[in-house]
């Protein structure tokens, strides 16, 4: 591997991009040194700044989902192997292709990640990120474990203005799936109480959204103490343990009859059954994360009670920019983020696997 610090030139004259990329299914990260890529017609470079690491990283590297019953979604057929992983990337302009009108070199921007191929009946919609011919960076494109990424059309580039980038490229996946959640979960108020399931990076992120956005703190649900301070640090109301035995009846009790809304961040049987058993009548249980696995549901309980269950997954082009104008405003404000350098990229994913990171994980190249 060429050993040329990112931006210098190697001793043959070409400029070079480092990253860490995943060369099979279920290794370890690799150190790679290519020529940089030169952008065409609307194509942004930007030089990566800062980059999330997301639980959806152990995903892809894994491979694939857990739906439950010893049946698994494959997620190597879309991914192209070597492939350089994150999807929270916050860079600067290096270059852009001739078409790419705006983009200027030095602009500061955050990338929106889920890009889809701009003529499927999803794109036409405006949700591109349900796109089935998805170019999504660091999913089926090269992403941010990189000093370098290409973005296909200034479009998908938000300035974030004064704020920091490592707070700022959060936003593209933490930030926008808590938002897009919060928005499906509305009204939210002391009388449509809400509860959030999972106190990691995103349900952090949800936490201050939902005090920033409807001024109520949500009750918080997570099996580790030190998440639960956490949340109560970030706004919660409440942290409590879903362990806890007798806990389903006291906030049926405390909230007259069920919340009005649960978001699920974990995505597992335990947590999804746990939503619903505390949901009043007519009340949304919003599913989220993707930890795997199936959920059995006593379907004559769905009419019953009138309750929904809802998919939500990351955001549309249209919330990314509701989201970081809020942003730039200051309604919304990090929560917990720690940094390390673009070589702690495996080190950051391991750390992530075994519940050691608290918040945000974002690395700098």
Known sequence: MNTTAPGRLADHGTPLQHSFRLHRI?????????????????????????CGVCHS????????????????????????????????IAGEVLA????????LPGQRRVAYPWIGCDACPACRRGVEQFCDRPRALGVTRQGGF????????????????????????????????AFSALGKAA??????????????????????????????????ADIDPSKRDAALAA?????????????????????????AAVIDFVGMPATAEF????????????VVGLFGGSLSVALPTLPLRGVNVVGSYVGSLTEMDQLMALARSGVVTPTHIETRP????????????????RGRAVLLP
């Open 96 to 103: 852009a292709g001739p078409q790419a009108d705006g983009a």
């Open 187 to 220: 009204p939210i108020t002391q009388h449509e109480p809400l509860l959030i399931i999972g106190a990691g990076g995103v349900g952090q992120a949800a936490i201050a959204i939902a005090r920033a956005l409807f001024c109520v703190g949500p009750v918080v």
């Open 146 to 177: 990189s000093t370098h990424v290409m973005v296909p059309h200034p479009r998908y580039l938000f300035d974030h203005g004064s704020l920091p980038q490592n707070f700022a490229a959060t936003l593209a996946c933490s930030g926008l799936t």
């Open 235 to 259: 706004g919660a109301s409440d942290a409590v343990d879903p362990q806890d035995k007798e806990l389903r009846r006291r906030l049926l009790k405390q909230t007259d009859g069920g919340f």
């Open 342 to 357: 673009l070589a702690d990229a495996q080190a950051a994913l391991d750390d992530l696997r075994a519940g050691r990171i």
């Open 57 to 88: 990283d152990l995903h892809l590297a894994d491979g694939f989902f857990d739906l439950g019953g010893g049946l698994k979604l494959d997620l190597a057929k879309g991914m192209p192997l070597p492939l350089a992983l994150g999807h929270e």
């Open 26 to 50: 279920g290794a370890r990260l690799q150190a790679a040194a290519d020529p940089l890529p030169q952008p065409t017609g609307t194509e942004v470079l930007l030089r990566v700044q800062a």
């Open 275 to 286: 939503g619903l058993s505390t949901l009043r009548k007519g009340g949304k249980l919003i």
